[in-house]
C-alpha cells in the first residue's frame, strides 16, 4: 500500500501544478494586498467534516499567505461553554482592518454539534443562530467581508477516510475522539447542517459550499471563491464609499426639544452634615450588595456618561472606594488608539471586558458612537443610527452572561458648567482637565442633549437600565448615584440589605427624625 | 461616639488644610507631567496592614491624579498561585513608559504570607526574593522609576484600629478574612518584614518606610517622598541621557571569528523520497511526543532566529501541522509597535504568553535583543550586553513554570541566501517577502555570524538549550529540526515514543535498508 499522503484522495498535500500553483498564490498575495490597502478585516470560516478539505484549505492558506496580516483561531468546545458570554471571544478574535481571521471551529460549532447530538432543540437552535447572524451583521455593516465555507463529505465516504487513518500508524492522530461518533451520526449532522445553512445564509455573509469529490478540486474552488468573493466586495465597497461621501454633503436636519431634563429637578442638593452621615452608610450598603452580586457569581459592569465637568470621575471614586481594589476595574475612555480605530468600535469595550473583575467602570462608554461620533460626525447618520440597535445588543449578551449592566448619565446645567470650568483653568492642579474641545463641546451643548434624549429613548432597555442623575450639587449626584445603584440591585437581586445594613436613622436609637430625606429621593 | 469616618485617627479621608492640598495636588499632577515627557514607567507599591495608611495613600492618588496614565493593581492570592509562571501577571500589568502602575498587593504579598504563616522556611524566602530582585532589576535598568513603600502599624494599634472598624455596621466590611489572623501574629509579620526589606532594599528600587502615628502625616510623608524620589531620578536620567549619547560615538571594536558555522556541515541534503518517507513519521512521532507534554500539564516554546530567508517559515509550517490548530500559536515577531517599544523589551513576549496554548511558537524572537538591535545599535552596548543574563532569567522562569523551551538557530551560508533572494524577487508570490532591510542586513553578515555566536555561547543554558540547523537544503532542515526537537522532549520527558511510533524502517516488515541514515542525523 501506498503511503496515505502520497495517494491523491488524502488532503494534506495540494496537487497543483508548478504553473497553478504560481497563480493561485501570486492571486492570494495581490489579495493581501489589497485588504490591506483597503483597509477591511476579513473573516474566513472554513467548517466541515475531517477529511472534508477544511484542513487542506488552512494547510495551504497557513504556507501561502503573508502571516503577519493573517490570525488563525480554533477554539476547545469546553472553553466555549466556560464563558457566560459566548461571544465575548469571538469578538476579541475579529481581525483588525487590514488582516484576514481565519476560523476553524467557529461561533457555529457548539450550535451545530448539540443539535446534531438532540441535546437542543429547534428552537434553541435558531435562538443561537439569531445571535450568529447579529454578529455578523454588526461586522459586516462595519465593512468585514465573510467567507464562510461549508465542505461537505457523505458518510460513506468519510467512514473510509477516517479507515484509511487510523490504518495508518502515522496519520491516525488526526482521527479525533468524536470523529467516529460523528461519522456514525452524519445524517443528524447532515440535517442539522442544512438548518444551519439556511437560516445564516446572508447576503452579508453568505456560506461557500465546496462539494467536489476530488480534493484538488475542492482547494481549487475554495481558494479562487476566496479570492473573488473578497475582489468583488472591495470593489463594491470603494463604489459605495465614493456615493457615501456625496450623500454626506448634505447635513441632518431639525434639532427637536430634549424631554430628559425636564424630570429632573436639577436644583436638589446636600448638606456636608447629611452628606457626611448618608456616604459610609451607602458605601457599606453598596458593599453589602456587591458581596451578594459575588456570591451568586454574577458581575456588575457600569456606564457613566455625561457632560463635560459633570462629576463623572468624583462619583466613580465613591462608588470603588465601597469594594477592595482587586474587586474593580475603573477604564476611562478616551480617543480611540490606532488598533482600535481598525477595529469595529464595540472592539474595544469587548476586550475590556475579559478577565472581568467583580465591577467594572467605564467612565465615558460605547455611547460614545451616538454622542461625540454623531456630533463630530466621525460616524455617519447610518452607522450611527444603526448604532442603537447595536449597542442594545451588546448590552443584552453580557446582561444574558450573568451581568448586571447599569448605565448613568450624570446631568448639569450649562451655567453650572461654566462654573467648573472657570474654576479647573484658576485651580493649578485642575487645569490639566481643561482643553479647548471642552469648550469646543460646549458650544453644541444643544446637539449634545438632543443626542442624549435620543440615547435614553432608544437604549433604556430592561436589561440595562438608564438612570439619570441631576449633579449641580456634587454631593447630592455622588449619593443620589449610589442610592439608585443600591435600589436597582436590591430589585435586580431581590435582596433586601437593610438587616445587614441599616440606614442611619434606624442605626441611631431615637436619633432626630430627618427632614426632607424622603422627598430627596425621589429625584429621577 | 461620633462616626469612625470623622475621627483623626481613621485613615479613609486625608485630613489637610486647603492650602496645603492645592499644594501637593499640583506637584503630583506636574510630576505626571514630569513622567509623561521623560517617557518613564513609575511603579508605586503600597504594603502593610489594613490602616497601616496604604488605603488612605491609594485613595487620595486615585482621586487625585490624572487616571488616564495611571494603572492599579491588585491581585487575589488563589489567582496568584494558580500560574505556574508567577512573574507573568506583574510583567504583563508594568505601566507602559510615561504611566505610573499602583500595586497595592505584589510580588512580594505571597511570599511575605507564607513566610509569616511558616508555611516557606528563610531559603525558600530568599530564593523568592531573588526573583523580585531580578524582576525589578531588569525594569529598573531600562529606566523604570520605583518607589516601594512600607506602611507601619504596631500590634496593638493594628488590634485597636480591628476593633474599631469591626463595632462600625458601616466600616465592618473592611475587615478581610484574615485580617484578626494576620493580626495575631504580627511579631512572625514583623520579623518576615524585616527580612524582606532587608534583601530587597537596593540601590534600584529602595524600600521608604512610613512609620509615623497620625495619619495625615503618613500620607503627607508618603505623597511628597513619591514626588521628590522621582523627580530626583528622572533628573539623574537626564543627565545620565547625555552621558550615554556621548559614549555611543566610540563603537565597539575587534569583530572576532565566528565559532558555531564550524561545527556546521553545510552540505547536508536530504533527496524528495527519503523527505516523503520521513515526513509523516516525524509529523507522528512529534503528535505523539506533544501529546504527552499535554497529559503532563506541561506546555512547549519554540524559538526561531537565523538570516533572512534560512527558511524559518517552511520548518515552522511542517513544525505546526503535526498538530491541531486549537493546540498551536505562532507569532512572527516584526518591529515593535508604538504600544511595545514603549515597555521593557521583554513585555511584548510575556504578553504574548499569557492563554499559553500547548505549542507556542515565536517567527523571530527575544533575540532580536542581542541581534537585530545589537547591529543596528537600537539597543546600546550596555543595554544588550546585559541582555543575556536577562534572557536566561526569563527562559528560566518559563522552565520552572511548567514549560520545555527550546531554541533553533535555522543557518545558511551567504551564498545560498544570494539564490533564495534572487528567487524572491523573480517569483510574482515571493516578491513581498524581500526588501530593501534585507539586502542592507545582508552587508552585515559578518556582524551577525559573530552576534550569533556571542548569542550561542552566553545563552545556550540546560533549561534552554539552542539547536542550530544547517539549512541549506531545506528538507533537510526541516526533517532535522522536527528530529532534534523530537529527541529532545523525549530526553526532557525521558519518554520513549518508538513502541506508539515505530521509525518508517521498522514499520515496513523486511524494507530495504536505507543508506546513511545515521551520519546524517549527526549534524548538530
Redesign the interface.
Known sequence: MK????QDDIE?EAKFSGKEE?QI??R??ALQ?KIREANIPVIVLLCGVNGSGKNAA??TL???L???QLG?????RQNVQKDPVEFRRYWCDTPINGNMGIF??SWYSDPMVLHAYGKIDDDELYKRLDECNIFEKTLAESDAVFCKFWFYKNKSDQEAFLRALDD??????RV?PDDWKNCCMAEKFEATTKKIIRYTDKEYAPWIEIESEDFTERLRTALNTLCSRVETRIEAMNKKKEKKAEEEKNPPPSPKKPHFVKTLNMEASLSKEDY??Q???L??RL??LL?EVKKRNKKVILAFEGPDASGK??VI?RL??SI???DCN?F?I?AP???EINHNYLWRFWTRLTDQKLLTVF?RTWYGRVLVERIEHFATEKEWKRAYEEINHFEKQLADGRNIVVKFLLYITKDEQMVRFKAREE???K??KIGSEDWRNREKWEQYDEAFDDMLEKTNTKYAPWFVVADNNKKYGRLQTMRLLCEHLEKVLDYDSSDL??PPEE?KSGSKPKKNKKKKKKNT
Open positions: 503511503h496515505l499522503s502520497e494534506f504560481a498564490r501570486t492570494l498575495i494586498e488552512l494547510g497557513r504556507d501561502w503573508d502571516q503577519r488563525l483561531h480554533a477554539y476547545e476553524v471551529s495508518d500508524t502515522y496519520e491516525k492522530w479525533m457626611l452621615e456616604l459610609p452608610y458605601r457599606a458593599n453589602a458581596m470621575g468624583g471614586s470603588a472606594s477592595f481594589i482587586r475603573i476611562p478616551a488608539t490606532k488598533e467612565d485651580t493649578d492642579y487645569k490639566w445594613i441599616p442605626k
